[in-house]
């Protein structure tokens, strides 16, 4: 049975376990992997899940914090990686662990184009506003205070 250590963040610890967490931190090398790791949960950048070698697709939904059918809807269109076995779906922790660093990469690359084309968008409206009279200025606020 795989063991899925649940979401842990950490809005769900407890100060002392933070404080805890930080004390062991100084202990260790600065580059070992686990001290990076959890460096990165406390700052809120990472979870961290432990899972044997495959999984199903229950546990990896609880891992995701997502439902089982939507981990369904990812394996039939193939953004994540299972494996047949039977009648059932096993997912490895590597794929899962693949799955999540492309979704947050994707995420990451979306908000950046979003905030960009905002900011384009800002210049933009300024620009034109530039070369209006406080009465067309006016007129356009009107408008849009209607909608």
């Keep these: 049975m795989t063991k899925v250590l649940e979401h842990v963040a950490t ?4 100060q002392q376990d933070i404080e805890d967490l930080k004390e062991a931190l100084s202990h260790m090398r600065a580059d070992s992997p686990v001290a990076v790791a959890l460096r990165e949960m406390l700052a809120g950048e990472a979870s961290i899940f432990v899972a044997e070698k495959d999984m199903s697709p229950e546990d990896a939904a609880k891992v ?6 939507y981990v369904r809807h990812l394996i039939d269109k193939r953004l994540l990686k299972a494996d047949k076995k039977g009648t059932h779906f096993k997912i490895s922790s590597h794929d899962l662990a693949d799955y999540i660093k492309r979704h947050e990469q994707a995420m990451a690359e979306y908000a950046e184009a979003a905030t960009t084309t905002q900011d384009e968008q800002d210049r933009r409206i300024a620009n034109a506003a530039s070369g209006l009279t406080k009465q067309q200025s006016a007129h356009i606020a009107d408008m849009f205070a209607d909608l």
Excluded: F, H, I, T
């Design 64 to 69: 995701l914090g997502v439902s089982r059918p």
């Design 11 to 14: 809005n769900e610890m407890e």
